[in-house]
Each structure stands twice: as C-alpha cells, then as structure tokens.
C-alpha cells in the first residue's frame, strides 16, 4: 500500500484495503446498523467477492467485522453477490443474495442469522435447502440476480424482485416471486419491465408516504403511500427508478408518468452512484439508501494505493409534491454531528467574473451550505427529465464548464482548489434560456480537478426543478477528499463526483464562491464547517 493517501476519506465508509462494491442487505439490529457489501478480500480489484460487514451505533463510525458470507459452496463457490435482509419476525433476520455457482450459473440463496442474541450478527448459517431460487426454462441463468428485501402483500404471502434481462430485446425488469415461508419460491409475474433498458441489477422498491418525511417498512401500502422502484441499469451504471402505486391486491405497480419510467426516467443521482439499496430504519422512522462510488482513476492507481471504491453518504429518502413525481435525498442528520469550526456569510454580492475566496483551514473535509437568490424571476421551464433531457443537461454543463459564459452563470463552488486555481473542481447553477422560459441546470465539472492526466474527468450534471414559489437556488456540498457530494434544491437532484488533485493537501486546499455569468448574483448566506475525522475500529 501507499503509505501517503490523500485520496482516502475522512468519514465515508470504505474498508481498510482492497475492493468494494455494491453495499448489501442494510438493516438495523438491537441497537446496531449493519452494513454488508461486496468485498475482494485479495486485491484491489474486483473478484472473489464476500460479503464484507462492519457495524454502527450511528451510521457514521463504523466497527470493521469479519465477513460474514464466504464462497464455500457448489452455490456460491464463484461469489458471493448481492442480495438483501428481511426481518422473518422481530428477531428473525435473514438474508437472501445470489451465488455464482460452481457451473457459472447465478442461483439465489438464504442465510439465516445463527445467533440472534448477538447484536452484532456476526454468525450466519446458509440453509440445506440452498440454492432456493434458480432460473427456469425460458429463462437466462446469467441474468438472474440481486433479490430484493422481502415484503407481505394483501394475500399474507411474502413478495420479493429479482433483477433480470429478456435477451432478444435487451428489455430490462424486476420478476415478482412469492412464497409462503420465504424458502419455497414460485415466479408470480414480472413486476415490471422498459424495453431496451437491458440487464436491471439489483432493483429496489419500497413504500414512502405522500408528504411526509417519516419513512415506512418495506410491508406497508395504503392510500397514504407510493412506492419506488429503482433498477441499476448495467448498460448504463446508473440507477433509475420511477415513483408510482402498487396495487398489493394484484400485486401490479403502475408508475406515475411513463414518460419518465424506470431506466428512462429519472436517477438518484447524475454523477457517479450505483448498485443502491434502501432499508427501513426502525430506530428513527426512516429510509435510508446507502450508494456505490467507484474511483475515477484507473486500475494501476487503485492498486497502488491499495484500495477500491467508496460508499455515498447514507441518505434518507422521500417524496415531496415540489418534485414532480421525484423523490428528495438528504444526507442523514447524524452526518452534522462531524461539523466543527462554522465560517458563514450573508449577503454577498457576486458581480460578474468574481472570485470570492472562503476561509476554512482544512477544506479537504468540508460541508457546505449556499443559498442564491434566484437571479430570474421569468418563467422557468419544468423540464421533464427523461433521457433526453439528460443528455442534454450532459452537453450544456461540459460547454459550460468549459468556456461558456451566459446571463446567469455559471455561478457556484470551486472546492478541492489550489491557489491559483490550475485545480478545481467546480460545482455550479447555469441558467439556459429556452422557448419555455429558463431551464436552471446544476453541474459538477471535474475537467480541471486534476493535473493527473489518467483520469476520467467526465462532467456531470441535470436540469432542476424549479417549481412555483421557490425564489431561490440552494446547493448543499460535501467534500471529503476524493468524493464530493451535491444536493441541489433541497435534495431534488443530487450529483456525486470523484477528483484526485495532485497539489491540494490539508494545508492548501482552497474554497471559492464564483460568478462567470454576465448578471450580478447574490450569495443570500454561505455556511462552511469544517469536519471532523471519524476513526474506525477493528474488532
Ligand atoms: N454487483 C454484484 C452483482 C450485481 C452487481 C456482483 C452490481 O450481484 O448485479 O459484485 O454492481
């Protein structure tokens, strides 16, 4: 390992060494938050993958495990591959994920908690009944994986989803089983399914309540409630999902607007985030989704510095009627208790082609929280964000990154810079006319986030929805070394980015406030904290 690493992050989760992938079966237990995830515990690469597992009192200072589930089985002697909990009972949990198996074929499994008085749950039992699920005639063993957490529908039977392709089209769906005692499973229908969105991994659903912020476990349904369905689509590594209402008589799920469906609709997140799950958080009345980060940097470095892939800040998740068919995502609260030294200012005025330098001792580690006014008042277009609006957010943020100065914007962060910004990585609002009105994007541009040339420096970015009495743009960004976090407009679009500056350490990483627009912009308040390191623990 590199004995210097100022890639590694200050309080997101990664493990000691080696590679991470897809976070797997969160829940919480007796006082502990589990976190499983796919783990090569030889390399820096991917493969040989376990079930890696660390334990939390508060999502954020974590307690490293061993791991829990390890190929040793003609089932699972290829991989241990993702999957998700379910509480059978109160003090029943167990796990459901896929095998690679001795014949390359993927077969799903359960493992059964074997000392449920242990909080930490560090004993897991793969039953005799084992592989429980395979794929049958007509069906593609390759492409048959990722169980869902489970969930009892009106007949009292309990539901799950597996994540699968139809070949011929490349159409992407979620196949509906069901079981009466969660060992014996049987195909009930395809819940859902979008032509040409090929292979959907690890998908996702879930009940949320209309307008209220209080999360519900993965059974509930009710006139109250919605459900979200996302797939990680593996053509594309993002994952889309799409709000809608499921029917738990006929077990069918109809989304809102098929214009924006699963997998052309919307994602979570429009930089670098995948292979998501959510999990019920007893302990506080909560959904939270955990995400996949994967460096930007390429395979010789990652070996080098010994280590592979980040997880996103947990973020709780619910819908609000100020996100047309949307969902809000906001880093959990807990994640505040690392703020320390507080900077803040109000009322700043950006004139054109100004650059306002921030204070902050360390800002490699650093949260922030900036309210612009909304510099037009003139109408702004709802745009719906399907594909191709995706695209062409992609287009506009890199053009504008690049070299485009507008009416309005670009406006926003350097975070990671150096003083005399030859590095930067720049988040910012840019407002688009169009024969609607304004069209506001947010954009994360890491063109310049490093001198390293083997980087893939890709900009990100989405329009936002500005909806009908909001007067201002906000932006919440956290960074963390090598990961930056954005949360736009209260966590309506979110935008996670990586960036490996070469001259940016502790001592001389630099924040900025910017404006390239032609028009003034005005800063309403800035709140900087710096924070806190977490130090995890071996057990
Ligand atoms: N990762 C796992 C699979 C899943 C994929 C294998 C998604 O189960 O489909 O590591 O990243």
């Known amino acids: 390992l590199q004995k210097y690493q100022p890639y590694r992050t200050a309080f997101h989760f990664q493990p000691i060494k080696n590679w991470m992938n897809d976070p797997n079966g969160p829940l919480f237990y007796k006082g502990y938050y589990h976190l499983f995830y796919q783990y090569n515990p030889y390399g820096a690469v991917w493969g040989n993958i376990v079930w890696g597992h660390a334990v939390s009192t508060d999502l954020i200072h974590w307690i490293y495990l061993p791991a829990v589930l390890i190929p040793d089985q003609w089932y699972d002697i290829k991989g241990i591959w993702s999957g998700s909990a ?12 896929t095998g690679w198996s001795n014949a390359s074929t993927q077969v799903q499994n359960m493992a059964v908690a074997a000392n449920a008085s242990d909080p930490l749950l560090r004993s897991w039992s ?3 009944e084992n592989p429980i699920l395979v794929a049958t005639a007509g069906m593609n063993s390759s492409n048959f994986r990722d169980p ?37 499973w049987e195909l009930d229908h395809p819940l859902h399914s979008v032509a040409n969105t090929g292979m959907w991994e690890c998908p996702d659903f879930y009940p949320v309540l209309i307008n209220e912020k209080k999360g519900l476990d993965t059974s509930a349904n009710g006139p109250l409630v919605k459900h979200v369905l996302k797939a990680s689509l593996d053509d594309k590594k993002h994952d889309y999902y799409a709000v809608g209402t499921y029917d738990s008589n006929a077990n069918i799920f109809i989304p809102e607007n098929k214009m ?11 930089g670098k985030y995948y292979a998501s799950k959510t999990f019920y958080d007893d302990n506080k009345q909560r959904r939270i989704l955990w995400g996949w980060v994967n460096e930007s940097d390429n395979v010789a470095a990652d070996i080098a510095k010994g280590w592979s892939s980040v997880q996103g800040l947990p973020r709780k998740v619910w819908v609000d009627d100020s996100n047309p068919h949307g969902i809000k995502q906001w880093p959990i609260e807990e994640i505040d208790d ?3 030294a507080k900077h803040s200012k109000k009322n700043l005025y950006l004139k054109q082609g100004s650059i306002f330098k921030l204070q902050a001792k360390r800002a490699t580690q650093l949260d922030i929280e900036v309210i612009f006014d909304l510099p037009s008042h003139e109408q702004q277009e709802l745009v719906v964000n399907n594909g191709m609006a995706q695209i062409e957010a992609q287009i506009s943020c890199t053009k504008v990154g690049a070299f485009e100065k507008g009416v309005y914007g670009p406006f926003g962060l350097y975070v990671l810079a150096t003083d005399d910004l030859q590095e930067r990585t720049s988040i910012f609002f840019y407002l688009e006319h169009s024969s609607k009105g304004w069209r506001t994007l947010v954009c994360s541009d890491q063109s310049r986030s490093t001198l390293l040339p083997d980087v893939d420096k890709t900009v990100y970015g989405s329009f936002v929805p500005i909806t009908k009495g909001e007067d201002f743009l906000s932006l919440r960004v956290i960074v963390d070394h090598s990961i930056i976090e954005t949360f736009a407009q209260g966590g309506k679009v979110c935008i996670t980015s990586r960036a490996y500056p070469i001259r940016v350490n502790d001592d001389s990483a630099h924040l900025y406030l910017f404006n390239h627009g032609n028009q003034t912009i005005q800063v309403q308040s800035i709140v900087v904290w710096e924070m806190s390191n977490v130090v995890f623990d071996s057990y």
Not at 86 to 97: A, E, I, R
Not at 260 to 270: E, F, M, S
């Open 86 to 97: 379910t509480f059978l009972s109160k003090d029943n949990p167990v796990l459901l994920y």
């Open 338 to 340: 690392l703020r320390h």
């Open 126 to 128: 793969k039953i005799l």
């Open 260 to 270: 924006i469906d699963v997998g052309i609709g919307l994602r979570y997140d429009y």
């Open 148 to 184: 869902t957490t489970g969930w009892i529908s009106l007949d009292g039977l309990w539901r799950i989803l597996i994540g699968s392709k139809i070949d011929k089209n490349g159409t992407g769906l979620a196949l509906l089983y069901k079981s009466h005692d969660f060992v014996n």
